[in-house]
């Protein structure tokens, strides 16, 4: 019985360090690539990322607090490694509630900046559907409280994704086109029933 708890509690110490072993993997993986960002460090931390357990949410894989930030970042300055790992990082489910958000922030604004970088990595990953809208509809935070700030967003995000003339991206660039004027149709409805309260 002894033996039995013995083997048992060694099992389970293994199983602890094989764990801590893989996340400080991992950890090094996401600083090698953050501090940069080149194709080696690239391809070591995506081949991490497609190898995690989807099952426990590839929480083995998810980057910390510093390494996220850096990674906003980098895909706000339209670092095509980082755009392309934040997308997979989506695509696997690694981001939830504020940091989900900000992820999808950061992607948004690369409509107005780096709009062929941004369709070329949803059409890479397959996004479709609601992950493709909001993409291109979650404004940034400080236009939250400021309708029109919304409106010359939206309408900035367009003009850009016009401008795109690559065919192979024109069923990616009509559709967020789309998304985005039906987003500014509503904001302009709002505007609307603003100024009647007034």
Not at 132 to 147: A, I, K, R
Request: some cysteine; overall charge neutral; charged content about 30%.
């Amino acid at each position: 019985m002894i033996n039995l708890t013995i083997r048992h509690s060694v099992g389970q110490m293994l199983l602890m360090l094989a764990f801590v072993s893989i996340v400080s993997a991992s950890h090094i993986e996401w600083n090698d690539f953050l501090k940069d960002p080149n194709p080696v460090t690239y391809g070591t931390l995506v081949e991490s990322l497609k190898a995690c357990n989807k099952a426990a949410k590839c929480i083995e894989v998810t980057p910390d607090l510093d390494a996220f930030d850096n990674l906003i970042a980098l895909v706000k300055s339209g670092n095509p490694y980082a755009v392309d790992v934040a997308v997979l990082s989506r695509d696997l489910g690694l981001f939830d509630g504020a940091n989900l958000e900000d992820v999808i922030e950061a992607l948004g604004r690369l409509a107005e900046t780096h709009p062929k970088l941004l369709l070329s990595t949803l059409q890479k990953y397959k996004f479709t559907g609601y992950r493709f809208e909001d993409t291109f509809v979650m404004l940034p935070h400080e236009t939250v409280d400021d309708v029109d700030a919304k409106i010359r967003t939206v309408q900035k995000r367009i003009d850009s994704l016009s401008r795109v003339s690559d065919p192979s991206l024109k069923k990616e660039r009509d559709n967020a086109i789309l998304v985005l004027k039906r987003e500014l149709g509503e904001l302009q409805r709002i505007k609307k029933e603003l100024r009647k309260t007034k």
